[in-house]
């Protein structure tokens, strides 16, 4: 379930598995490239960002789209900042902070960013549940509770190719912008209207606060982590012209993508402005009150049915997203890898757990409170990414020539001191109003000091660089060709070959003989999984045990008579489990053993037997696919 990464590689599962140069120089290679920002994209459209557009739309009409804009420029620089790491360095953020930066620091950066996650998926959960509500009328509480079993969906998408997952997500953002692209159609803006709200200015000092939301509400920390990691699923030549051809096309990908998303984030001002602050309705901020005025103000019933379904799609595609990003922290900062729908399950449950109880004890009204507390979590958390990722990009050691330049480095730091101060203010106006409210002395010590923490680590953060010796560079540009060592061939005096009494065993056998070169000792292995087996163990007498004793032995008998030294051994139970006891008691040096190759649920069913022994020993284990 869990392991110790050996290796460097970002997301080892699908890391440089497109290769981009199989295809021809052309619009086959750009295409090659497109899919991470798409992936990345899906994070500035989740539910989190809908009520702040909610609230700019009714309020101020279309004044605020420049705002929206202004907002995916600054994404789209950090975000190709992001890219720029994955593909010149090959790490992502988190391997480069670990790198960086001391190990408790990197524990502080590792805790942070898992709380990011979780407070995105707490924004995602509510908003599939609140979608959910909508469309068939369930209780909310009951619409949390179903949102777990997306952790089913995950499990069939971690079997595809990223290529698949990508084109799912993609998918999925298709439903939301086509949902969009419907009601703007039956809302009829006008064009002189939106066209307006690209000029900028604040018609009041409350669209200035409301401003603040939407910015800070924009660039999610995980996303950085993201897309650093996606970038490195692409196979590249790692010259100065493979670089800058990957370099060229993410930015390309990079914009499309990015520009879409702000496309549906205008979408959702541009309705809100026309349906509700032109209807007169002024305070629509929660997504519940903006569904049930759509359809008298529209006067169609397609037009609230459209705005849930896109809700949910939106939760759904940013939950896959939010997963990888969670694979992505843990095995960067602590190289530790868990079954991604186990990791799926753990943070869902860190999701639903306070949404249930907060809708139990407190009602469906405090939804809505639950929502504004999961972005200014957020936008805590937000220099902490934005700031090692600016230093890393700018240092020269480690880049080479393709070190961000001064005159990018200059606005990097300006969009950077922009958000964090945004943000800071944000969580200073929430958690000021607690503390001005609250009378109880203790909490008002704890929101104090918390507060004190948390601006000196980021001051910390921002100097370490500075004050510190940076350490070696991670990678060389153009390693140099080294001499390969003495080439000690091994030789395998015990070989172990767990059989399932299949119509391959002459397979496992053969190749077996072939690693020993008959000069090996071989013990047969089979674990007998019946119904007794399970109760009794090695106390179980039923005829499958006894039947598979026998075939042992044949098998055994077979090899020796081919002048080969054989012997058996019968395990119960537990075939991992089993598998891994007999040949650490019989200390075997090499395993041999059969892939059914299944996929899917069939995996998950079956067990993955090949996984949980090599994690456990540390022999050489010849996996044969039949």
Sequence with gaps: MMNRLKGEASLGDVHESVDIEKKKIGWKKAIA???????????????????????????????????????????????????????????DLAQANREAYPRTINFVLY???????????????????????????????????????DTLLLLLLQQLDIRKMEAFIIGLIAIIKLSFLIEIILVKPHAAAIASGFIPHFPSEAALYIAIGIIGATVMPHNLYLHS??????????????????????????????????LVNAAILILAAKAFFEGGFHNVAEIKDAHRLLAPLLGTKIAPVLFAVALIAAGQSSTITGTLAGQIVMEGYLRLRINPWMRRLLTRLLAIIPAILVIAISGEQKVDYLLVLSQVILSMQLGFAIIPLIHFVSDKKTMGEFAIRWHVQ????????????????????????????????????????????????????????????????????????EELRQLNVPVFKKIAVALDFGQHDDVLLAHAIGQGQGNAEYLLIHVVESASARLLGRESDDYETRNDENRLQSYVQQLQEKGLTASSHLGFHNRSAEIIRIINEYKADMLVIGAHRHTGVKDWLYGETINSVRHELRIPILVVNY
């Design 410 to 481: 200059l606005i990097a730091w300006i969009i950077a001191a922009i958000l964090v101060y945004l943000n800071i203010r944000m969580v200073i106006t929430e958690a000021g109003s607690y503390f001005m409210a609250s009378g109880n002395l203790f909490w008002k010590a704890v929101i104090l000091l918390s507060g004190l923490a948390f601006i000196g680590f980021l001051v910390y953060i921002i100097l370490y660089p500075f004050i510190h010796k940076p350490r070696p560079a991670s990678i060389q540009m153009h390693p140099t060709k």
């Design 111 to 149: 805790i942070l960013a898992e709380i990011a996650i979780a407070a995105c998926d707490l924004a995602e959960v509510l908003g599939m549940a609140i979608g959910i509500q909508l469309l068939t009328g369930l209780p909310l509480i009951w619409g949390v509770a179903i949102t777990v079993l």
């Design 33 to 91: 490239f497109f899919g991470p920002a798409y992936l990345v994209s899906v994070g500035y459209m989740d539910p989190g960002n809908w009520a702040t557009d909610l609230a700019g739309g009714s309020q101020f009409g279309y004044a605020l789209i420049w705002v929206l804009l202004m907002s995916n420029l600054m994404a789209l620089l950090l975000q190709g900042l992001a890219a720029r790491l994955g593909i010149v360095r090959r790490r």
């Design 229 to 262: 990691a996606l970038v490195q699923t692409r196979k590249i030549t790692k010259d100065r012209q493979g670089i800058k051809q990957a370099l060229k096309f993410n930015l390309l990908d990079s914009t499309i993508a990015l520009n879409l998303a702000f």
